[in-house]
């Protein structure tokens, strides 16, 4: 009967305008809360036990409870706490290290600001954009002989197969990349965010490729997730 009422209510509140139909629902709230509010009149508590010594054990055993979940809670937030104190960590060493970069370009710019009425100004720029030139000729010759000694001396599986896994059905899942690939990926991830420098193994990756970098010392993974790695900092 209850049930019917409130849904005749609500029934007419959708025909009336929305200052009644606020007036409907409330007065269906206060309807609700009255109709509790005469259950807890009418009930009477259940005594557990009347024994001293057995309130006493249940008590103890409830605050045996709370504790226990207290201290979960307490090692969970610590140990988000530790989480984002390293974070914050690696952020304010990458705003410190911007910083200083911006620094030193300001003064570059001052610099050449005050000496852009000496005629060897415009010399010294020029020697420098050869420089760069020449170190970008360098750079791309140096990655192609890396590239050659790395194809030659660490192909992927499928150059290396003999005639008879070569002529079997099964294809390959996924393209896997080259040991130059995963090189220039770690350097650039590193030099583009220092203060993340992470990337992360995906099946693309052989597997070979990875322990070696790591045996060699080249690339360090994540104290924490075993499914990224970073290029070793030899330039500290």
């Given at each position: ?7 005749l ?5 959708e025909?009336?305008?929305?200052s ?22 009418t ?34 937030v610590?140990s ?11 952020e ?7 910083k200083?970069?911006?620094e030193?370009?300001?003064?570059i710019?001052?610099?050449v ?41 660490f ?20 393209e ?28 693309s ?6 322990e ?11 104290p924490?997730d ?11």
């Open positions: 009967m209850e049930e019917c009422q409130s849904k209510m609500l029934l007419g509140a025909t009336v305008a929305p009644d139909a606020k007036l409907y629902l409330l007065m269906l709230q206060w309807k609700a809360l009255t109709v509790d509010f005469n259950q807890w009149q009930r009477n508590p259940e005594l557990i036990s009347t024994n001293p010594d057995v309130l006493l054990e249940l008590g103890k055993e409830e605050l045996q409870k709370v504790k226990n979940d207290l201290e979960t809670m307490l090692s969970t610590q988000k706490n530790k989480h984002l104190e390293e974070d914050l960590k690696r304010q060493q990458w705003y410190e290290e911007q200083q970069m911006l030193t370009l300001n003064k710019e001052e610099e600001n005050t000496q852009d009425e000496h005629p060897s100004t415009k010399r010294e720029l020029n020697e420098l954009e050869t420089k760069v030139l020449k170190l970008k000729t360098f750079r791309k010759e140096l990655l192609t002989a890396l590239g050659g000694f790395l194809d030659e001396y192909p992927l599986p499928e150059r290396s197969e003999n005639i008879k896994k070569k002529n079997s059905s099964a294809e390959p899942v996924v896997l990349i080259t040991l130059q690939e995963i090189l220039e990926m770690l350097i650039n991830t590193l030099m583009a965010t220092p203060h993340e420098p992470y990337i992360t193994i995906n099946e990756f052989w597997p070979p490729y990875i070696l970098l790591l045996r060699c010392g080249m690339a360090l993974r994540h924490e075993p499914n990224r790695m970073r290029l070793q900092a030899f330039h500290k």
